[in-house]
C-alpha cells in the first residue's frame, strides 16, 4: 500500500473513531486491499455544490466524519460571513440510505457552532429546502442527497441566504474554510440540541401555496380536471408533494405507479433513479398504457428533476428528452403570459450554455431576454439576483429535465414542474391538441432541433485522468469538419474565448470560468464537451437543427437530424 494511503488509514485507527468503523477498515485491510485504497488515496472533495460519493469508510467516502468535518467548515464560513448575528440554517434530506442519519449529524454541528437550526421533521423535497431558506430568512441550507445517482452514494448541497447553491465568492471561500478542518477532533459534534427547530406541516402549505400561485390557466385545469395523470416518484421524495400540488391546483384523476410511490435508499424497482433514463420510468410507462392516460411523470429522489412522458402523433407512448420539455415549459409560460394579459416588458428567461437554442429563438420572436449560463441551476439563481428590480424572471431551465418557474425559490423544482406540465395538458386538451402536437407545432414555427447526450463514466483512481486527456485532445486538436460540415467556431469556456476557426479570431466569452468546450457548424449546431462537476463521468451534448416546413414531413425530417448526430458520434469516435 502506499505509503500516503497507509498514513491515512493508521489515523483512522488510532483517532477517535467509532469501533464500528475502525472494524469496518480492518476487514477491507484483510479481504478488499484495492476498495481500501480507494477509500483513503484522496480526501472527498468539497466542491462547488458540496460533497457528493460513494457511502462507506474512508476519507475518500460520504460517512458521518467526512459530513461532520465539511459541516464544521460551512459553520466557520457562516458565522464569519454574518457577524453579530444569530445565524439560521434550514437542514433537509431525500430518501436515500443514511440521508437522515447525515441529515441529523448535519443539524448537530451547525446547532453546536451556535447556528438555529431548521430541521424537517423527515424527508422533504430539495426544492422545498431552497424555498424554506427564503421564507424563514436563514443564511444558509443543506440538503442530504445524492440527487439521481445510483444507491450506493449519498451527499450535501450546501446553499446561501438567497436559496440558490453556493456561487463566488462563496463557493470557494467554503471549501477552503472545509480544507482548514484537518481532524475529526476539531468538529464540534453536540452541545447545541437547544437550537434545533423540527418543521414539517406549516412550510408545506407555505409551500403548496407558492406553487399553487405559479397556475396561470386555472379555468383550464377545472375543464380538464380529470386529465389522466399517472406519476412515479421512483422511491423518493415527490411523493411528499407532488400529489398534495396536483390537488391544491384543482387535478382530480392522479394515478400512482404503486411499485414505486414507497421512499426507499435501495430503489429496488430501477438501477438509476433518474427519470433522464427509461428503464426508471419503465414502469410508468406501463401503467399509463393501460389505463390510457394524458400525461405520466416521474421525480428523481429528491425531486429536482421531472421526466416526461405523453403520447406522438402516431398514440404511442414516448418519453420526452430534456429539451424537448423545456421548449414546452418556456414557451407556454411566455405564450399563455402574453394571451392572458400577464406579460411585462421586461419579461425574462435563462438556460444553460448545454440547453437548446430553440428556446432563444423563440425568446427572441418574442422579444424577450433571454440569458444563457453556465450548467447548473445555481447560475440561474444567481442571474436572477443580479437581475432582481429590473427584469422580471418567469422561467429558467435545462436540458438535464430541470426547470425553475417563477422567483419565490432558486433552484430547480420538479414539484412545480409536474404541476405546471399538467396545465400546460390541460391547456392543450381544452384546446383539441396534445402536448405532442404542439412540440410539433413549435418546431413549424420556430426551427426544427434535435438534441442528444452521451454520457461516459470513468470510476476509479485513473478516471479524472482519461477525463483529463480526452478534453486536452479536443481542447488542442478541435476537428475541422463534423458530419460533413465545417467547424466554424470552438467556444472554450475554461480560457473564457470564443474562436472563430475560418479567420483565427478571438472574442471574449462574459462568463466564469468552466471547463466546457463547444464546436459550432457552419449550420448552427452545437456540440459540447463538459466534464461533470458532481460525478466521474464526461458528457457530450449534440444539437443539431434544420427545417419543418410541412407538419406531415416531421418523422423524416426528425430522423435525419438523427442520422446527422450519429454522423457526429462516429467522427468523434464516441460511439
Known sequence: MEAMIQQRVDKWLKGNYDDATKNSIRELMENHPGDLADAFYRDLEFGTGGLRGIMGVGTNRINQYTIGMATQGFANYLVQSFPNQQVRIAVAHDSRNNSRFFAEITANVMAANGIQVYLFESLRPTPELSFTIRHLHCHGGVVCTASHNPKEYNGYKAYFNDGGQLVPPHDKNVINEVQKIQSVDEVKWKGGEANIHIIGEALDNAYINMVKGLSIYPDAIERQKDLKIVYTPIHGTGIKMVPQVLSA???????????????????????????EESEAMSLGLRKAESIDADILLGTDPDADRVGVGVKDNHGKWVLLNGNQTAVLAFNYMIEARRKKGLARANDMVVKTIVTTDLIDIISAKNEINCYNVLTGFKWIAELVKSKEGHENYIIGGEESYGLMIGDQLRDKDAVSAVAFLCEMAAYEKDAGKSLYAKLVEIYHEYGLFREHLISITKKGRDGQAEIAAMMEKFRNNPPSTL?????????????????????????????????????????????????????????????????????????????????????????????
Open 483 to 575: 458530419g460533413g460540415i465545417p467547424v466554424v467556431g470552438l467556444y472554450d469556456y475554461e480560457k473564457s474565448e470564443a474562436k472563430d476557426l475560418s479567420n483565427g479570431q478571438v472574442c471574449s466569452i462574459g462568463l466564469p470560468q468552466s471547463n466546457v468546450l463547444q464546436f459550432v457548424l457552419a449550420d448552427g449546431s452545437k456540440i459540447s464537451a463538459r466534464p461533470s462537476g458532481t460525478e466521474p463521468k464526461i458528457k457530450f451534448y449534440f444539437s443539431v437543427q434544420g427545417k419543418l416546413d410541412k407538419i406531415e414531413d416531421f418523422d423524416s425530417s426528425y430522423a435525419a437530424l438523427g442520422d446527422k448526430i450519429n454522423a457526429i458520434i462516429s467522427e468523434l469516435g464516441l460511439a
Open 249 to 275: 391546483f384543482g387535478f382530480t384523476n392522479l394515478t400512482l405507479v404503486d411499485e414505486q410511490i414507497i421512499p426507499d435508499g435501495n430503489f429496488p424497482t430501477v438501477v438509476y433513479p433518474n427519470p
